[in-house]
């Protein structure tokens, strides 16, 4: 056994003045049963167990480790030169002189240690080795190490220590231990003893601010132990029974006036408070008693004098009641812990003056019912955890914001206001304030009612029903208000879309259903909204009716969140979205086909049509007032004074009688220029003639045997041939008055206008719509009449 006594030091990036050696060197003289790891800057050696010593240095962060197995011989370990140590790790597998600390820091050069946590080993190790107990204390007296009570640690001093923490098994602690550490202000104590020696903090009682006492045994505090600690804030306790202790531990004269202490933790630490242990303790912030299954009634005065509490824990007891007035005065606290408890029934007063409550943990109790009246007061709780009590359904009165968690994974929104369908469960989830009603499984064949509340946004789980019909969306309060919408495995036969879902939906989960059609509707609703779907399951019809679906699983597969399965009844094997149009409507191609073809049939036939009858089409048009875009004449004449100017013989006067009315008035009133009355007395003729034709729009030939023998009026015919020829266009209205006896006397020119022309017989029954209608058309005109005719209708 003496060769494991040995020493390997593992020197890390902190060696840094040293002179460059190659890492690989200091694996040379590593014993077997080590293994020897030089890495990137750092050698890791491991031996049986993996350190003896770590320290982090202060300034750079860095850690240096040393496995340590030996006896108090320190005197070759490096030189490291360090200022300051913010935490240094010990492992002792043997005992040290009570100089160990100061020669060991000397020889490796630390200055100061800021925080140590130093654990025993040295049971483990012997009793691990060599059962034998005698042997082990015959084999440290053979190594000589001191004169001292090999059987408890002393330590010297460290400067600047302020955090030590102390691991052992040993069963018996110095009372001197801690008495040179001057300036200690955290303590934590991890023991196997049986009691405490009385002045055992008494060096450090003017510092100590945090004591961490952790025994599995109990032993029994005298009160001046604890007394003196008169700088304590915070106080943990972690103790448990010893199994051959049965005598009850009472704790009583602990705490009496610690005016300093501001947490409290007691976990196993009793079966029995006294009235008085927190008398005195003003400061008291939190309070934790837990853990003490023995521990199952409190006294009512136990937390009088704790105004200042805001979190009290006393979960895991064995409490079975609560005095009504326990909680009296504790208007600061906000968080109370009860659970995990044996509470079978609460006084509803019990909560009455915790004022500022907003968690309190009823959970994994064995309450079967509550006062309505028992949160009424508490108007600051916003979450009660009631999982596990066996409570459900309780109809509580409490404010709106009040969480109730009353089920493993489900927490229920409580207010006087709404309430839940009771087939359902009602939640909220808190960080989204979105509504939840589950109602999976609840046999419902309809919608049930949902609470009135302010939430926009409702999640509904219907999953597994009987629902064959959606109501109208709007029928419903709440309803619509639903953005997520499951529906799966119902009876649904058909949905329509427009009516029955509710606006603002993001997510609709229809699948198993026995919905066949997803009609146009349907597809035209998902197109205008962003909702995802799920319709898998359902017996599709694969037919024409299943068009409009396909149309849109191939244009937006993303929206369909289990496209891979939906098949239709017709094809189980291959999935719908693969199916061609041709193959789901054979007669759809046709169909499409037929269309087209009839529609090219029509426009021949209307094209046709219109040709043979163009003319007759635009007449009546006209006449009518209709399509005027199509039979207005362009604005090219728009410069000309006069619409028409009429050519006539002086012997037919009588019909330009009957003509002008016609044209001067009514619907289409046109200005007209007759040579007798419009033009200037004693200007040249033939120049006035001139200037009227190219003045007039029109000009209209009143054709008869008197015209053919005037001179003027054939060459009034001339001229204005000659500007139809030039602007090509039709100007010529001919008018055939009375048959014509003898055409020697026409000229050439009107013989051959009148061979290509025709001319409008005076006598025809359609002779005025003809007539109008060859007149110029204009818009702007027209536009005026209808404005001043329109009176007069
Ligand atoms: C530490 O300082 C001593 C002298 O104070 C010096 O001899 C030694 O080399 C230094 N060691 C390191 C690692 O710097
Ligand atoms: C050594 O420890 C034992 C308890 O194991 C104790 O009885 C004894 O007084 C101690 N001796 C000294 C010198 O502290
Ligand atoms: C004790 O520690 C405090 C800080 O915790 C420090 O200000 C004070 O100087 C220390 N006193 C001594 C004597 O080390
Ligand atoms: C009090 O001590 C406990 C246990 O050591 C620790 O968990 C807790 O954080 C401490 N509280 C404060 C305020 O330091
Ligand atoms: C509680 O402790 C006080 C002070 O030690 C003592 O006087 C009193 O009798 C104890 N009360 C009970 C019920 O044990
Ligand atoms: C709360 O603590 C302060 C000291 O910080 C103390 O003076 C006061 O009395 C305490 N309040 C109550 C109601 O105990
Ligand atoms: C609950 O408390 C009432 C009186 O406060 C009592 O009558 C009743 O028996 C208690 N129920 C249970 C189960 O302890
Ligand atoms: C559906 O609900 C019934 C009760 O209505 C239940 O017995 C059944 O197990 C549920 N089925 C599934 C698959 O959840
Ligand atoms: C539905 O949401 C509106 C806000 O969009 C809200 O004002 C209304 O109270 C909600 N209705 C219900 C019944 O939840
Ligand atoms: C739908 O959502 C919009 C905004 O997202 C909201 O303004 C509207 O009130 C909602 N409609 C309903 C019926 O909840
Ligand atoms: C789609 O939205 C437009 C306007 O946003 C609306 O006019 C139309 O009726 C909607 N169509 C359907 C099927 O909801």
């Known amino acids: 056994m003496h060769s494991w006594r040995y020493l390997i030091v593992i020197c890390a990036i902190a060696c840094t003045n040293a002179q460059i050696i190659?890492?690989?060197?200091?694996?040379?003289?590593?014993?077997?049963?080590?293994?020897c790891e030089p890495q990137a800057n750092l050698v890791r050696i491991s031996c049986l167990d993996e350190y003896a010593m770590i320290l982090q240095i202060t300034d750079t962060g860095n850690n240096i480790a040393m496995s340590y197995y030996a006896s108090g011989n320190i005197h070759w370990l490096p030189r490291l030169n360090i200022s300051q140590v913010a935490q240094f790790e010990f492992d002792a597998y043997n005992y040290w002189p009570e100089t160990f600390f100061a020669e060991l820091l000397d020889t490796l050069g630390v200055e100061q240690v800021l925080s140590i946590q130093f654990r025993d080993r040295s049971i483990e190790t012997n009793e691990q080795s060599k059962p034998n107990k005698d042997e082990y204390e015959l084999d440290i007296k053979a190594e000589d190490i001191g004169a001292k009570n090999v059987s408890t640690w002393l330590f010297s001093e460290v400067p600047m220590l302020e955090y030590f923490k102390y691991e052992s098994h040993q069963r018996v602690l110095s009372e001197s231990i801690f008495h040179a550490f001057h300036n200690l202000s955290t303590l934590e104590l991890r023991l196997a003893v049986h009691h405490l020696p009385l002045r055992l903090f008494s060096s450090i009682a003017h510092s100590l601010h945090t004591l961490s006492i952790s025994n599995p045994y109990k032993f029994h505090f005298q009160p001046a132990l604890l007394q003196e600690l008169q700088q304590l804030r915070n106080l943990t306790l972690q103790l448990a029974r010893s199994p051959d202790d049965q005598s009850k531990q009472r704790l009583s004269p602990l705490f009496i006036s610690m005016p300093q202490l501001e947490e409290l933790h007691l976990s196993r630490a009793t079966s029995y408070v006294n009235a008085t242990m927190l008398r005195g303790s003003y400061n008291l912030h939190l309070i934790g008693i837990n853990k003490n299954p023995d521990l199952s009634e409190l006294p009512s005065e136990l937390f009088h004098d704790q105004g200042n509490l805001t979190k009290l824990d006393l979960s895991r007891n064995g409490l079975a009641k609560l005095p009504m007035d326990l909680f009296n005065g504790l208007t600061k606290l906000q968080l109370l812990d009860l659970s995990n408890n044996r509470l079978a029934n609460l006084s509803s007063e019990l909560f009455t003056s915790l004022t500022s409550l907003s968690t309190l943990m009823l959970n994994q109790n064995s309450l079967t019912s509550l006062d309505p009246t028992t949160f009424g007061n508490v108007r600051s709780l916003n979450l009660v955890d009631m999982r596990g009590t066996q409570f459900y359904g309780v109809k509580l009165f409490m404010p709106f914001e009040a969480l109730v968690c009353t089920n493993d994974d489900v927490c229920q929104y409580k207010s006087a206001d709404w309430e839940c369908d009771p087939q359902c469960i009602c939640w909220v989830q808190r960080h989204t304030q979105q509504l939840s009603v589950d109602c999976r499984g609840a046999q419902l064949k309809e919608l049930p009612l949902l609470p009135h509340t302010t939430l926009v946004q409702t999640t509904l789980k219907l999953k597994n029903n009987s629902i064959s019909q959606l109501p109208v969306a709007n029928g419903i309060v709440g309803y619509a208000n639903v953005t997520k919408l499951s529906l799966a495995n119902n009876l649904l036969s058909s949905l329509d879309a427009v009516q029955q879902l509710p606006n603002n939906l993001s997510f609709l989960d229809v699948r198993g259903n026995q919905i066949s059609v997803f009609d146009q509707d349907f597809i035209n609703y998902m197109t205008n909204n962003t909702v995802n779907l799920?319709?898998?399951?359902?017996?599709?019809?694969?037919?024409?009716?299943?068009?409009?679906?396909?149309?849109?699983?191939?244009?937006?597969?993303?929206?369909?969140?289990?496209?891979?399965?939906?098949?239709?009844?017709?094809?189980?094997?291959?999935?719908?979205?693969?199916?061609?149009?041709?193959?789901?409507?054979?007669?759809?191609?046709?169909?499409?086909?037929?269309?087209?073809?009839?529609?090219?049939?029509?426009?021949?036939?209307?094209?046709?049509?219109?040709?043979?009858?163009?003319?007759e089409l635009k007449i009546w048009l006209y006449n009518h007032n209709l399509c005027l875009w199509f039979v207005s004449e362009e604005e090219l004449d728009k410069d000309k004074t006069y619409d028409a100017f009429i050519s006539y013989s002086h012997k037919d006067e009588e019909l330009i009688g009957e003509l002008l009315p016609k044209l001067e008035t009514g619907l289409h009133a046109f200005r007209v220029c007759l040579h007798g009355r419009d033009w200037l007395v004693g200007d040249c003729i033939p120049e006035q003639i001139v200037r009227t034709v190219n003045d007039s729009k029109r000009v209209i030939i009143v054709l008869s045997q008197h015209f053919i023998n005037s001179v003027w009026a054939r060459m009034e015919f001339r001229i204005a041939y000659q500007a139809t020829l030039q602007d090509k266009r039709k100007r010529i209205i001919i008018i055939l008055y009375k048959e014509l006896q003898h055409f020697e006397g026409i000229d050439s020119e009107l013989r051959a206008y009148l061979k290509l022309n025709t001319y409008l017989?005076?006598?025809?029954?359609?002779?005025?719509?003809?007539?109008?209608?060859?007149?110029?058309?204009?818009?702007?005109?027209?536009?005026?009449?209808?404005?001043?005719?329109?009176?007069?209708?």
């Open 22 to 35: 190659p890492l690989s060197n200091y694996c040379r003289h590593v014993h077997n049963w080590c293994t």
């Open 534 to 615: 799920a319709l898998g399951g359902n017996p599709l019809s694969c037919d024409c009716s299943a068009l409009p679906l396909l149309g849109f699983v191939r244009a937006q597969p993303q929206r369909i969140q289990d496209i891979g399965d939906i098949y239709c009844s017709e094809w189980p094997d291959r999935p719908f979205q693969q199916l061609d149009v041709g193959e789901l409507c054979p007669s759809y191609i046709l169909l499409v086909g037929c269309i087209l073809g009839g529609l090219v049939i029509i426009i021949c036939l209307f094209s046709v049509v219109y040709l043979i009858y163009q003319q």
């Open 761 to 793: 017989k005076w006598g025809d029954p359609l002779f005025w719509s003809k007539l109008r209608y060859a007149m110029p058309h204009n818009r702007r005109v027209l536009k005026g009449q209808k404005k001043h005719a329109g009176p007069l209708i």
